[in-house]
């Protein structure tokens, strides 16, 4: 590497830690936000399993990745791919007998949906495939059950995110023994790169849960596990700075105002004195806080705040709920 590449190298890591917000008094923040009741409708006959990810299309239509009634899909004959209009009425569905543990969720702008399997057996899971809005299958990436670190392997994918100019983004590693990686492909599924390794340092991930793109082309990562932090880099994996003041994001979401949503989760569910948990709403730009809307709670005890969450052009706020097994809806 070059002086002036080392030098730049240096210099963004310095401004990326002026960029690091503080924390003290961080849940003082007004909650604009009400929860809409009984809000979208499931067929008579069917229940909610946990929610993985929620996504909005350009014409107000919720995405709902769903695992199936329980908490995975492998036995399961369900649809976990569902949309939602406008008034909560299920309009269509599909994907049944493909997945294994249904995780992440993104859409392009011709509507297309992208779904990210996080799991394997029996030869699915590990993958990420694209749908038509209608359900047809346009492309798969990875080995369907082989998990790897090649570059045409996923280990455990948990969220993709599309660019404007139809690239890819895969956050690739769910913990454990899994990848800790960003993998990026062009809009035909060539891999274009990769980026990031097992790590603390700006730049390292530790738990990739989610990723979001923001309206300047950044690509936004909620970096779970070890590291609780937003990393920010741009679309070619140099790394821009990191937010530690969004809580344990598992969760990430920038609209078209380039308002940022982070769901903010706790361990294991597990409440923790003096920490809240809920989703925060924060300028994309320079991380600022604007709102943050507390978990209900499953319980007085147990945490029940979202992994997923969207936003639609009205500003209504979705929450995909992996605890108590259902989509919950915020108004202004």
């Keep these: 590497m070059s002086y002036a590449r080392s030098l730049v190298s240096a210099l963004m890591v310095v401004v990326a830690a002026l960029t690091v917000l ?12 009400k929860a809409v009741d009984g809000w979208p409708k499931l067929p008579a006959g069917r229940s909610w399993g946990a929610v993985g990810a929620v996504d909005v299309d350009r014409n107000g239509t919720l995405w709902v990745f769903e695992r199936c009634g329980g908490i995975r899909c492998d036995d399961s004959k369900l649809d976990p791919i569902m949309a939602f209009d406008r ?16 995780h992440g969720l993104g859409l392009d702008r011709d509507g297309n949906v992208y779904v990210t399997d996080a799991e394997g057996k029996d030869g699915k899971g590990h993958v990420m495939v694209k749908f ?15 998990p790897g670190a090649g570059t045409d392997q996923f280990n455990r994918p948990t969220d993709v995110a599309i660019a404007a100019n139809g690239d890819i983004f895969v956050s690739d590693g769910h913990g454990g023994d899994s990848n800790a990686r960003v993998m990026k492909f062009s809009k035909d599924g060539k891999f274009i790169k990769t980026w990031g390794k097992k790590g603390s340092a700006p730049g390292d991930l ?39 003041h969004l809580g344990r994001p598992s969760g990430v979401y920038v609209d078209v105002n380039d308002n ?29 806080v604007i709102a943050f809307i507390p ?16 936003a639609d052009a009205a500003g209504n706020v979705y929450a995909a709920q992996t605890t108590s097994r259902n989509v919950r809806k915020y108004s202004k």
């Design 22 to 33: 503080p924390t003290e008094n961080v849940y003082a923040q007004p909650n604009p936000y």
């Design 87 to 102: 008034s909560g009425n299920l309009i269509r569905s599909f994907g049944a007998g493909m997945f294994v543990f249904p």
């Design 132 to 146: 038509s809005p209608e359900g047809k299958v346009l492309l798969t990436l990875g080995k369907p059950g082989t």
């Design 206 to 244: 530790s738990e990739p849960h989610s990723i979001t793109i923001d309206q300047q082309g950044r690509v936004i990562v909620a970096d779970r596990g070890d590291n609780n932090r937003i990393q920010i880099f741009d679309a070619d994996g140099n790394f821009i700075a990191e937010w530690k």
């Design 260 to 288: 940022l949503y982070v769901g903010d989760t706790l361990p294991q569910g597990k409440r923790t004195p003096g920490k809240k948990d809920g989703i925060w709403v924060a300028s994309a730009k320079d991380g600022k």
């Design 295 to 310: 978990d209900l709670g499953a319980t007085k005890e147990s945490s029940d705040a979202p992994e997923g969450v969207a």
